[in-house]
């Protein structure tokens, strides 16, 4: 990508409001518009997850994730909420969004595995940051899900 991006990694508690407003904007934009699928994205994981932005030089927020702490929605920690905005799609924007979150969750919680709920269309992505499939497909809000794991060695 040409243009360059600066990334941040916060709890919730250290989130200006406008940060906080442009993270929840844009997983809007991509989980309940692009995605057809009504549903409150906002939940109470939020207030207890770190959560990792990007934001191009011009200050256009293109790409979050947030890891959420074990106990909350696995008994390991858990990366989630994981999107980019569509104008930065096939850039690499994505993958150095994982490689980022992978590494502020292992900082966070060192030697514990990783688990995500990933959208069954995104296996191979996830795939190729060592996570492994776990159990079968399944509905949530309407598009196919697949548990997948990442041991950590």
């Known amino acids: 990508m ?29 989980f309940v518009v692009e995605q057809n699928c009504p549903y409150a994205d906002p939940d109470a994981k939020d207030r207890i997850s770190h959560h990792l932005w990007a934001e191009d030089e011009p200050g256009n927020l293109v790409a979050v994730a947030r890891v959420v702490p074990p106990g909350t929605s696995y008994a390991e920690p858990s990366i989630g909420r994981v999107a980019t905005a569509s104008a930065v799609r096939g850039t690499g924007i994505g993958r150095e969004l994982m490689h980022r979150v ?4 292992q900082q966070l919680y060192p030697g514990a595995d990783l688990v995500i709920s990933a959208q069954h269309y995104l296996l191979r992505f996830y795939t190729d940051f060592g996570f492994e499939p ?6 949530e809000d309407g598009i196919p899900h697949l548990q997948m794991r990442k041991t950590r060695n």
Do not use: C
């Not at 360059?4 to 997983?27: E, G, M, N, T, V």
């Not at 992978?102 to 969750?105: F, G, Q, S, T």
């Not at 776990?134 to 509905?139: A, I, K, R, S």
């Open 134 to 139: 776990e159990g079968d497909v399944y509905d």
């Open 102 to 105: 992978i590494w502020h969750a």
């Open 2 to 30: 040409s243009v360059p991006i600066s990334w941040q990694f916060a709890p919730f508690s250290a989130l200006r409001a406008d940060s906080l407003h442009r993270i929840l904007a844009l997983r809007a934009d991509v």
